[in-house]
């Protein structure tokens, strides 16, 4: 008699946030609810306190955090997530007071990221990121620590190695930075393979849950995860594209962008997110819908500046415009369309199309009669329009492609 196995109940959580006026808290907020339902997590309440700054010992006032226990204990949370970073004192407190475990923003997104990571690259740098952040706080998660089997916020590196010692814990992360320089010099081999043959490269970037991997899949049928959660897409995808002029480009489909993307993942993702800043064209995708879809560019553009692609071209894209009333007309750098409901995606061809640099150059040469091998190279990999032998030598008019432009510069008139 087969027995049914009973359905995993999601976490109840409580999200806590502080208003100290430095950012819109209660966006924040809503952004935290989508992380916590991305990770699994049903949320029971929300508690937002206004202060300057977050209590140095509790993060909360006291007599907010004795509410925040009654509450958790009226509503059988099994969680509270801090809309913020904690320090080990600060969590180490809260745990004290609390009736159930207790979780910041920064590990919130980890655990996400740790249960998203398919490659072994990504599986690399989400744990790099975890014991990272744990390293300085081991003293304070004393509750975390004592506690086995699953929920949220505790995906990744595992009980035993955050219960080792940080010696152990050190030289863990020593030997994942050594993997992890493997994987970038593989990496670096790649794009430097790409710029030797000239491959046009178009990089999706954006915030998280824009749309990307819908539009990636419908431009390429790359077959990537999507869905709508925030970090649906971790591992970066590559997919060739045939573009109205006859040229190919290479898409890449990167990790989506968040506001107050916790540093350790930045520095663990920045090799992947440095696909983004060598490409030749970014399309910044963002959700048109979204009443925060100007800070959600304005994040990626941060985020592109600090890895030095602030001025690299780019084409911004309003995805999920079916969401709104009307469709706004397009710009020369910027257009609108539906990556799930389009049929026809000819105009967001045809501006990539002509915001990648050109691949091919009308010239005037002239070459000494000793360079006649590659006088013969630009018959056969070139149009040759005119030519002419003279007493200096030959003259020609040709249109090359641009991995020949190096070869034939010096001989340009």
Known sequence: MEQNKPEQTPERAILVAVDTGAYDAEESLDECRELA?????????????????????????????????????????????????????????????????????????????????????????????????????????????????????????????????RRHIRARITALRAQLRQVEQRRLARRQRRRKDEVLTAALVGYTNAGKSTLMNRLTDAGVLAENKLFATLDPTARALMLPSGRQVLLIDTVGLIRRLPHHLVQAFRSTLEEAADADLILNVCDAASPQREEHLQVTRELLASLGAGEHPQLTIYNKCDRLPIRPADTPDTLYLSAAHDRSFERLLQAIDDAL??????????????????AGRLRREGTVEAEDYTPEGLRMTVTVDRRLWSAIDPYRI
């Open 37 to 165: 339902r991305t990770a699994g997590a049903e949320v029971a309440a929300c508690v937002i306190q206004k202060r300057p700054a977050p209590e140095a010992g509790t993060y909360l006032g006291t007599g907010r955090l004795e509410e925040l226990a009654q509450l958790c204990s009226a509503h059988e949370a099994d969680l509270v997530i801090i809309d913020g970073e904690l320090t080990a004192t600060q969590q180490r407190n809260m745990e004290q007071a609390l009736p159930c475990r207790l979780i910041d923003r920064t590990m919130l997104i980890l655990d996400i990221f740790a249960g998203r990571a398919r490659s072994s690259e990504g599986r690399l740098q989400v744990e790099l990121a975890q014991l990272q952040y744990l390293l300085p706080r081991l003293t304070g998660m004393g509750k975390s620590l004592s506690r086995l089997g699953g929920g949220i916020g505790t995906r990744g590196p595992g009980e035993t190695k955050l219960e080792s010692d």
């Open 357 to 374: 640099p050109p691949t091919s150059r009308r010239m005037e040469l002239l070459l000494p009669f000793s360079q006649g091998a590659l």
